[in-house]
């Protein structure tokens, strides 16, 4: 069998893992706190049929040889946590982090999870909680006669009570910042969980040591650029056109020698 067959099979593959990526993304447009994924490619095997730097005659050597590639696959994706544009919003549990960290959310195994999305609520007993229910940690209980909520950027809640005056302090926010947040696996649901690859997390006050600053009455829009990614699908496009086309040219190539021999 002629094997370019075989190499343009993995590059439609390849492609069409691309072709997901980018779907996931552009899906993901509007969702708050999203990070962008990228497809990471890599060339498979080579078939060394002539070693560079062997001995071509005596006194002389193969200046690059003869090496034959097998095709391409994707190894992997990678989240790009690049800054997404803020939003107005007014609503005075909408917190968005301008620059590096992320908030932690009590999953209910009890672990923790860790997300970019802000938009966060209160439950029936006063709980800041996000939209799945799930409370904010450290946990923040609003009382029942608040009648208006403030966090400053530090992550300072301070709320004003019944016909008080002044404004009570009632809890901190903290964020986390990992060494390597692409290594964070994404579980769905605008979460993140931590894994070897991305170390431990690491708690601060929001605003120090290099820590982004907390937003109330703001949300962070997805960081997907729509144009980069019509962009990267007609390209994607082309080159799954062109596997495909040399898979028409190798048949074409392979019909023509078992009718004309």
Known sequence: ???????????????????????????????????????????????VQKQPGAQSAQDSQLPSGLQLGTGVRVVGTQKEHTQGNLQITDQPLDMAVNGRGFFQITLPDGTTGYTRNGQFHKDADGNVVNPLGFQLEPNIVIPQDTTSITIGRDGTVSVTQGNETEATEIGNITLVSFVNPAGLQAIGDNLF?????????????????????ILQGSLENSNVDTVEELVNMITTQRAYEMNSKVISTADEMLGFISQTL
């Open 193 to 213: 969980v931590q894994t070897n690859s991305s170390g431990d997390p690491v708690v601060g006050e929001p605003g120090l040591d290099g820590i982004g600053s």
């Open 1 to 47: 069998m002629h094997g370019a067959l075989w190499v343009s099979k993995t590059g439609l593959s390849a492609q069409d893992t691309q072709l997901t990526t980018i779907s996931n993304n552009l899906a993901n447009v509007a969702t708050v706190g999203f990070k962008r994924d990228r497809a990471v490619f890599h060339d498979l095997m080579y078939q």
